[in-house]
């Protein structure tokens, strides 16, 4: 199995030179959501970490807990190489615009910015209760999921993360793989959170050119996780997002 998770730096590398991320995410009613989607982007191999609220409790939240990440008031005047929109988050409106990124990552309530978001490359993360708000039934059985997956990556043009048993990910190129590692260990609240800041980190770091190794590098993140879920449950029942979150230092590792 592909165990080379994080990209290698090269010895000249710089913070800014494998990536930069923003983040959007949590709320009043969710701040965990953003500790957890920022926690997993600091994992991904970026080297420079934003986090972006109005919110000053969830500002003050995530840079005591990471005072490496950058925190701001507004996306006024931030550039970077991925966004991740979404968890925790109140639904932002289709009119909601980010400064133009590669890569964008939309998770939760933001999936509905794939209609006209600014971006390269778009990622969406849906389970298929979300799937069916974006409009999309979802198929029954493995073939069932593949096939709505594909067809929600060609109806978006963006690489589809449908979630749950056996993962899928397709891109509108028509490449379709399935997670085979994630098991009962991620039913937990808060780990779409982790993934989708993981996911963003790992594509600013890697920087594919096009949707099908973008689908790579997005496998690689859900590798990544449902490994650091399963070492996580190898040594604690039951197991938290934030025990999860904790593994990701050493799954990477492997």
Request: proline share 4%.
């Amino acid at each position: 199995m592909e165990k080379n998770f994080i990209k290698k730096l090269s010895k000249n590398s710089h913070k800014y030179s494998h990536g930069t991320v923003a983040v959007i995410a949590g709320s009043p009613e969710y701040s965990g959501a953003a500790l957890l989607c920022v926690g997993g982007a600091r994992r991904g191999g970026s080297g420079y970490i934003n986090y972006i609220s109005p919110d000053q409790f969830n500002r003050n939240l995530v840079v005591g807990a990471y005072p490496d990440v950058v925190v701001h008031k507004s996306i006024k005047g931030i550039t970077v190489d991925a966004w991740v929109i979404g968890p925790g988050s109140p639904k932002l409106g289709r009119r909601f615009a980010i400064p133009f990124s590669k890569f964008a990552v939309l998770d939760s309530a933001a999936m509905d910015l794939a209609y006209g978001i600014r971006a390269d490359f778009v990622v969406i993360t849906p389970h298929e209760g979300e799937a069916k708000e974006l409009g999309f039934e979802i198929g029954i059985g493995e073939e069932g999921r593949q096939k709505s997956a594909l067809a929600m990556a060609s109806a978006l043009n963006c690489v589809v993360v449908l979630k749950g048993y056996h993962t899928v990910v397709a891109s509108p190129e028509g490449l379709v793989v399935q997670d085979e590692l994630g098991g009962a260990e991620l039913a937990t609240a808060g780990t779409g959170d982790i993934l989708a800041g993981l996911i963003g980190s790992m594509l600013a770091s890697w920087n594919p050119s096009n949707f099908n190794d973008v689908v790579v590098v997005v496998f690689k993140a859900i590798s990544a996780h449902a490994l650091a879920a399963q070492a996580a449950a190898n040594d604690l029942r039951p197991i938290t997002s934030s025990d999860i979150l904790k593994y990701l230092p050493i799954t990477l590792k492997q």
